[in-house]
């Protein structure tokens, strides 16, 4: 089945600097990457996800991009805000199938001031 | 519009014990999931509905753990005989299209269970 790697575990900022967060996967039938922002006590939130038929996608101070030979994704936050702390997960799934995502193990994100 | 909603939002239970989580779907989403999440992991995927389809349950972990849909909307997982391993938090997402058309899955709050 699938496996997800997700890098770094932890990553500290400083507000305003960018923060890059990277993920394989092993399934190159995999073709839907989400992203999930999960804060404290909370369900995770969808924030922005790719599909395998484009290469990058941007909304505001958020990106990202896709690398299906190299099996890798990576979630691009510029200009951090202390609000961006959180924990994200990447994930991966196959559409038109079950659709069941496999998450990586979670990024934890500090921004400091 | 409401989100999916969860309860308990948390659950201490003694080990051996019966416990039953509820998870309430966006409104018109079709598909339903619940995974697990471990302290300080990753989510887990547990188990799939789809509309009147035969459940995914290969994520299931044991034969302790079973789920069901009534009438294609409110979803109850329930885990027998508990164990100290089945602590975690358990996650409930509903995705609005029917497979293969949307694979934007929504996540509720989530159930805290602790097993002593």
């Known amino acids: 089945g699938e496996n997800v790697e997700q890098h770094p575990s932890t990553l500290s900022v400083q507000e305003g600097d960018s923060a890059v967060i990277k993920c394989t996967y092993s399934?190159?039938?995999?073709?839907?990457f989400p992203w999930y922002k999960q804060e404290l006590g909370k369900g995770p939130q969808l924030i922005i996800d790719i599909r395998s038929n484009v290469g990058e996608k941007k909304d505001q101070r958020i990106a990202v991009t896709l690398n299906k030979t190299a099996k890798h994704f990576s979630l691009h936050i510029t200009e951090t805000q202390p609000e961006d702390s959180a924990v994200y997960f990447c994930a991966a799934s196959i559409s038109g199938t079950a659709s069941k995502l496999t998450f990586g193990t979670g990024t934890r994100l500090q921004v400091t001031l | 519009g409401a989100g999916v909603s969860q309860s308990p939002s948390n659950k201490v239970t003694e080990k051996g014990k019966d416990v039953e989580l509820r998870c309430d779907p966006i409104s018109g989403h079709t598909a339903l999931y619940w995974y697990r999440q471990s302290l300080g992991q990753g989510l887990e995927f547990l188990i799939y509905?789809?509309?009147?389809?035969?459940?995914?349950k290969s994520g299931l972990p044991s034969d302790r753990f079973s789920a069901e849909r009534t009438g294609g909307s409110v979803s109850t997982l329930t885990i027998q005989r508990t164990q100290q391993e089945d602590s975690a938090v358990y996650l409930c997402a509903s995705s609005p299209q029917p497979r293969g058309q949307s694979d934007t899955q929504y996540f509720g709050p989530g159930t805290r269970l602790t097993v002593l």
């Open positions: 509905f789809q509309g009147n389809s035969a459940p995914d």
């Open positions: 399934d190159s039938a995999s073709n839907y």
